[in-house]
């Protein structure tokens, strides 16, 4: 996630930390800890509107999550809610695990160690952070008994205000839309999800042979499964368009119908021409459609900004409805995603945690051919692991092992032709490194053992 969601991360809460961090007002909730001339309701009320402006942004930025976090958390949901059949919150709990309790959490709270401030925090905005943290882990944990999850009474009575169903909606309407993109296979889950719905003006797609292409005002309802469009609110649908049959969404030039606020749904036939309500929702509605849609293997490249009419494109002038387009597509994507990470550095730290835990690993493997783990605690030394598939996990454990073995074997050969190359009193070794001393000790004490 760090890899992948960096950007991500940036994106979403750098512009409500800095405001955190440059107000700096106190939100110390402790009785006991607050401060000479601080008051209690002040600093609750200080904490509420950074709690709510930090989890405004979280859940407000499901559309730009990285395509391959949503991947991962739509096979996350579906492995779980498969598993834990009986529990109807799961799909969402296994979601909130990651994406709010390991990905903005830390962020939160260490906001320095994510480059999103220059330095560590002061005491006093350090504790703040501290609590907005804890506040925003419990209101994406869904928990049903979530005040009495606190072990701070003063956070419990802190709570209070955020104990509104409109939270619990906000995280689950964010949940399904991270974990409902990117998916292989649209028609997977079993019930679909709402993502988003409302009246809008559409444009007749000249389906009939004589029919008039006139505007009219229709409810529409977005899903996981599809975009669908009928009269009224619970009326059946007068159209739909499956997701994997929208090849781009994209705005539509106001000199096309002399309308503002249009954007167009390409589909393989034609292109769904929609006028919303403001600017607001034309842009909230071409974000999660983009959303739900960018993994379409069919995905145009280049679209017509503009509409056909009077036997041609008003935008590039050609004769062909069907030619392609003159544009090119802009996926609703950041056109500047760079990743400010060290890709070797972060090599190196996972090569490290490996060699490190490397004793517990082989306890691990050896656990996996123990009678313990399969029917029970047997030895006491294998009780402890419980492994799903010790067999899988064998053969995984001994990858990791001889990858890691062969890396150390690199390295020393690596060191070893290195110090051969290099003189003693050189730039590289100069008279007193005692690297190189102790190299040639080695070197020595093996020499002599040989002979």
């Known amino acids: 996630m760090k890899l992948a969601g960096m950007q991500y991360l940036h994106l979403t809460l ?46 407000k930025s499901g559309v730009s999550c990285p395509t391959v976090m949503c991947d991962i958390f739509f096979s996350l949901r579906e492995a779980a809610a498969k ?48 609590l907005i943290s804890k506040t925003i882990q419990t209101l994406g944990s869904l928990s049903k008994a979530k005040s009495a999850s606190f072990k701070e009474s003063y956070m419990a009575t802190f709570y209070d205000f955020f104990n509104e169903q409109k939270y619990a909606d906000a995280v689950k309407n964010f949940l399904d839309l991270i974990s409902s993109s990117g998916r292989r296979d649209p028609k997977s889950m079993e019930q679909p999800i709402l993502l988003k ?10 389906r009939k042979r004589f029919g008039r292409k006139n505007f009219k005002k229709r409810w529409f309802r977005l899903t996981n499964h599809e975009l669908t469009y009928q009269k009224s609110r619970g009326d059946p649908p007068l159209y ?58 069919r995905r145009l490249s280049v679209y017509h900004p503009s509409a ?69 605690p047997e030895q006491e030394e294998y009780s402890s692991f419980l492994i799903d598939d010790p067999q899988e996990t064998y053969k995984t454990l001994r990858q990791v092992m001889v990858g890691v073995g062969a890396l150390e074997r690199e390295h020393a050969q690596y060191r070893r032709d290195k110090f051969k190359k290099t003189k003693y009193g050189s730039q590289e070794h100069p008279i007193g490194d005692k690297s190189f001393q102790t190299y040639i000790r080695q070197q020595s004490e093996t020499s002599t053992h040989s002979i």
């Open 83 to 130: 598993r834990f059949q009986d529990d109807m919150d799961v799909r969402y709990t296994a979601v909130s695990g990651f994406i709010f309790l390991r990905f903005f959490a830390p962020a939160i709270l260490s906001p320095n160690l994510f480059q999103l401030a220059p330095h560590h925090t002061d005491p006093q905005m350090s504790r703040t952070l501290t």
């Open 308 to 376: 056909y009419l009077g036997g041609h494109w008003l935008c590039c002038r050609a004769p062909s409805d069907t030619a392609p387009g003159c544009t090119p597509c802009t996926g609703g994507l950041p056109a500047n995603i760079q990743l400010d990470i060290d890709g070797d550095r972060e090599t190196e730290r996972i090569y490290s945690l490996f060699s490190s835990y490397m004793s517990r690993l082989e306890h691990m493997q050896e656990a996996c051919g123990s009678r313990s783990v399969y029917d029970g």
């Open 240 to 297: 739909s368009i499956p997701i994997e049959n929208i090849l781009a969404v994209e705005k539509l030039q106001e000199e096309s119908f002399k309308m503002k606020n249009m954007f167009q749904v390409v589909q393989p036939e034609r292109a769904l021409y929609i006028q919303a309500n403001n600017c607001v929702e034309a842009k909230a509605w071409t974000d999660v459609l983009t959303k739900v849609s960018q993994c379409n293997q």
């Open 197 to 206: 719905e409302g009246f809008m003006i559409k444009r007749a797609q000249g």
């Open 14 to 59: 750098r512009p409500a930390l800095e405001e955190i961090l440059q107000g700096h007002k106190p939100c110390e909730i402790d009785p006991v800890k607050l401060r000479d001339g601080e008051n209690l309701e002040t600093n609750m009320e200080n904490l509420r509107q950074y709690v709510d402006r930090v989890f405004s942004a979280i859940t």
